[in-house]
């Protein structure tokens, strides 16, 4: 009986192709698209595999992850080429979910919602602090890159306890379930389902520096307005030097507004005199076509700029990006422990694969082979 319903779906199926050529294209691009969704999981879990071995290894509570972000796969071009050495477009904290050795990580990062604000008929990109899975962390990677950086044990210990402050990561599992590449759903370490996580973290610790303006090009110390790297990093700085629980005003869950202000003030303070940013220079063309959302005039001009200054006015932006990261003496400020680079790669003999990059961060472009360039 199944065999023979098999036949009858193939038949019907035919018969439409034939009878219909949109019907048929339709079903062959369904069919591809799963295709694409499956070697999609298939690279994603690999990426996952080495990330956490490394982590494990370390016995990492904490620590920083990056990814690639959306761009061309027919070129191998990220929405960040040209403005970040790393060619990562994103980071978070990555935070083992549990106390065992063998427990799963999951990260805390900042998510850019565009165009979610809209102020006299202009849209503004807002942000959103989520705990995602690592799968919901890489899987709209069209390249499976991350770079994981290591902080000092005591710093992941102190980071680790604040975020566990309320007991632990309130996380609201989705209907959604990750599968693997034969569809059928992935369990974790105690047999449970692997849900897409998709919920703020309801921690009264860190939303202390989340800003919800979003500017992709924010400064590295600007409160009116941040991206992901900036906030990581007056996150990690503040939580590392000022967040005190013992002294008045602090505590575990929340703060008074004076004590706040103070750490925010003090850790802007320390940033700007210890970290050296990446100065990215951009064409005012392209400050104000392509990042058009995300730099608003009043912030980066003295006047709007007139059509005729496009083409040969240029502008730097001192901002935080991925790469700065890496530089030494943002090494020493930071107090890495280690990091460690995973870029993918594709033969014919091996199929997609991982290589351990080790600390060479600059990425090299897999199709045309050419170094990324800042300009």
Known sequence: MKTLNQIVTMTIVLFFMIIDPAFAKGFSEQSSTDDNGKENMQRTNLLISEVEDYLRENDAYVGII????????????SD???LDLSGMAHCGFVVRNGFGKNSSYITFNLVRMKGAKTVNGKDYDLSELRAWTLPHFFI????????VFLPQKKIQLKLWNLLRANGQLQIEPR?????DSSGKQQLDENGQAKYVTDQIISNGAFPVFHNAEYNLLSDFVDESSQNCNEHLLKTYVGFRDYWQPTLPGYS?????????????????????????????VLSRTKSTFAFVQNIRFGERYEKSPTLFGFKIKKEKFEVV??????????????????FKVF???????????????GKDYVKINRISHQKNVVM
Not at 175 to 179: G, N, P, S, V
Not at 343 to 356: M, T
């Open 321 to 338: 990006s991925v790469d700065s990261f890496c530089e030494s003496q943002n090494q020493i400020f930071l107090d890495w422990a280690d």
């Open 140 to 147: 709209g990677s069209f390249e499976k890159d991350a770079i």
């Open 175 to 179: 209907k959604r379930y990750l599968t």
């Open 252 to 280: 575990l869950t929340g703060t008074n507004d004076s004590s706040m202000e103070k750490m925010l003030q003090e850790t802007a303070a320390a940033i700007k005199e210890n970290y050296t940013p990446r100065q990215m």
């Open 80 to 82: 960040v080429d040209n």
């Open 66 to 77: 990056a990814r690639r972000g959306a761009g061309d796969p027919e070129t191998g071009v």
């Open 343 to 357: 870029r993918e790669d594709y033969s014919k003999n091996k199929g997609w694969f991982i290589r351990d990059n």
